[in-house]
């Protein structure tokens, strides 16, 4: 079974740009969470979906940050406009009951 | 909102000694707890999990046991191995909302030859 794949694996950007990622869940898995783990730091919910409606946003920064998964595969975070403090590592997981698999994550940096 | 508190946040033991890692959690509707390896670089990993309904539950070398009275959850590892040195993440599922995972801080557990 594949597991959850997440893209580009790294980004650079600096303050003030945009930034997006994908996520590709586990087939099948209607649950689909966006984490930010800061280094040093567990990871951090910032949004939930089941399939493509929003089951918990509310740690996810709404100014600049939004989330879409609009066939209920597949989702997208942006944050834009980018900050330093937004330098982190984007994971993505997926369930099908209560255990999450995480994705590889992308790490932001924001310089 | 749910919180997690986990201790020690580095873990130092000699290969062949056993590791214990200990959470609490505040929320006592929590219904589940899995705990997570991550390796430098690397994805979570979840190694084990538990559910509010178990005291306690064992994988080969790994345990994982349950104080609902107290609110406290602890990971056992035996026999450490080289390998399992990474940090581990407990964490808690809340009642509220979506039901999401809340993790503690993570321990560093370093495996000494």
Request: proline share 4%.
């Amino acid at each position: 079974e594949a597991g959850v794949a997440q893209s580009p694996r790294y980004k650079i950007i600096e303050k003030r740009q945009s930034v997006a990622f994908w996520c590709n869940p586990i087939s099948g898995h209607a649950t689909l969470y966006w984490y930010q783990q800061i280094l040093g730091q567990g990871p951090k919910l910032l949004i939930q979906f089941q399939n493509n409606g929003v089951v918990d946003d509310s740690q996810l920064p709404k100014d600049r940050f939004s989330a879409e998964r609009l066939k209920g595969v597949d989702s997208t975070l942006k944050i834009q406009p980018a900050k330093l403090e937004d330098s982190a590592v984007y994971l993505c997981a997926s369930s099908l009951d209560r255990a999450q698999y995480f994705g590889p994550g992308t790490r932001l940096t924001v310089l | 909102g749910e919180n997690v508190e986990q201790h020690p946040s580095t873990l130092s033991v000699q290969e062949g000694d056993s590791a214990v890692i200990k959470c609490t959690y505040s929320d006592s509707a929590s219904n589940y707890f899995p705990w997570y390896k991550q390796e430098l670089g690397k994805r979570p990993q979840l190694i084990i999990d538990i559910r509010s309904n178990v005291g306690e539950k064992k994988d080969q070398r790994i345990a994982v046991t349950l104080n609902k009275t107290a609110k406290h959850f602890s990971l056992h590892i035996t026999e450490t191995q080289p390998e399992d040195s990474a940090v581990y993440f407990c964490a808690a599922r809340g009642t509220g909302g979506g039901n999401k995972l809340t993790f503690g801080t993570g321990t560093q557990l370093k495996v000494e030859l």
